[in-house]
């Protein structure tokens, strides 16, 4: 403080408002609280998910099934929908099934191990029967229609998420029972 701080000279006895007037420091003081709040309030919109163009992903899984498997190798199949506004990508799939789980895209009748894939934001990451997929390799054991295969599928941003695939028959095609 300097002597000639209005504060120090005059004290406690300048009335409020007076005071306020006269001291720069206290309306800058009050512009900056206020650009605060302001950008506090502008970073909050749609940040919460709700928002039509913001949000974190946000991940559901439906239609999975496993085809029975005929040998030691399996395929799964599922939807990953995300109705977030930002894309997350699978990284993998682990499984009590096979201590070789892996995703694969199928390209001019061959199959090829991927180390992603990508779930759109407010899109869907499709594997299906003739395209990308799930692969079991060296199962433990053989499961059978109407088995259960419990699978985790990991994602980059996203929390795993735990899906189980029911056992259908060899040829099973969701596809073919519309
Ligand atoms: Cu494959």
Known sequence: MTPRDPLRTTGRRTPRADRRRRDPRARLGAALALAAALALTGCSTGGDGSGPDDGPPRLTV????????VNDVAAGFLTVRNEGGTADKLTGVTSALSDDVSIHESKDQRMRKVAEFDVPARGALDLERGGSHIM??????????GDTVTVELRFEKSDPITVDLPVEEPSHNPKNHR
């Open 62 to 69: 439906d239609g999975a099934f496993m085809p029975q498997p």
């Open 136 to 145: 079991f390799m060296g199962l433990k054991h053989r499961p059978e229609q």
